[in-house]
């Protein structure tokens, strides 16, 4: 995005300047937003993946952030994160958060143990920047066959959902506490098999605790909308979720990440 | 400034409302609404001055709350460390539901003490 400079209304003040700064704010914010994306999805054979992040602001960037890499030639990592806040110092806790995950997967380490970095690495961020804290699911897939082990870890985020034959698994099992709040913090992990046809949604609360009108869109809602799309693209389902918000309208940021095994 | 959304004005600042009151030996910080992005800085702002007016206990009555996101939780756990500092612990009174079990999911509940309303939290506190 470009301003256009034009020397004969630039020192007029007023509303031109507020609208340039404006333009600039917004560059900027995308900028910052985009340097915590993955520029393109890894490519996995035998599955789809899609995200959205679909911002509240234009002019403000969050702490939410989604990323998807290869670890291994049959290993890949999707991570959904949202750190509090909202602004710059809150995307710089966020690109900590990106780079302690992709570190710590590139050390071989499994989603528990990866946590549990990101963990430490936010806890000792509290002492530099403003206090923030983070929450986080993480999930590795591996080739198995025709099908793939899924591994997840969720730090104070909303479930990972799983969509297999028309049925919702909600993996709650032991979730641990959101990032920043105790460095010696272990985190646990559930495994499953995924098979031809099954979904494996990450999400941020922007999409359950979305209003809708009387309410709050809630999990049910999303589990919901799940199922009825399961059996659609990765793309279409990420589609369909993020348009659940009535009228599109949101007021947190907004993350999903879908991976649907063909 | 929101692009999106119904921004702040249609809800939260008419439904949010948060007050501290003294109840000595114990200081109440009473919130009712919802408690978000867009009013955690004044839930934060009142219970971060009630823990350093270091009343000899503190209880933060969520009991009329409707919803709360992280940024609430950020502020319970600045308020629980801060009073940590000095051997205190924050005592929250929250009945069982969505917001009692966001702060079980998070970890936030092992910071602080729940109780299941403000008359209880009020005896336990002192």
Known sequence: MAVRRDPATASHGGFEDEHRLRIESETITELLRQSLLPARLPEIPRAEIAARLESASRVNVSGDFYDCFAVEEDRWLLVIADVTGKGPGAAATASMVRYAVRTAASEGQNPPQIAATANRVVYLGRADTADRFATLAVAEISAVGEEFNLQTTVAGHPPVLLASGGEIARWLAAPGPLLGLNPDQRFKSRSSRLGAGDVALLYTDGLSEARIAGGRLGEEAVSAALIDHSAESAEAIASALAGLPAGGQITDDLTILVLKVN | ?126
């Open chain 2, 1 to 126: 400034v929101e692009e999106r959304g119904h921004g702040g004005a249609a809800f939260d600042p008419l439904d949010f409302d948060v007050r501290s009151e003294v109840h000595d030996p114990a200081t109440v910080v009473a919130v009712r609404g919802e408690v978000d992005m867009n009013t955690a800085p004044r839930l934060e702002e009142t219970l971060l001055a009630a823990c350093d007016a270091a009343p000899q206990s503190l209880v933060l009555d969520l009991c009329e709350v409707e919803f709360i996101d992280s940024s609430a939780l950020r502020v319970i756990i600045l308020a629980a460390e801060r009073l940590e500092t000095s051997g205190r612990r924050l005592h929250v009174a929250c009945a069982a539901g969505p917001i009692r079990r966001l702060l079980e999911l998070t970890g936030v509940a092992v910071m602080v003490e729940i109780h299941e309303n403000g008359a209880r939290a009020i005896a336990a506190a002192t």
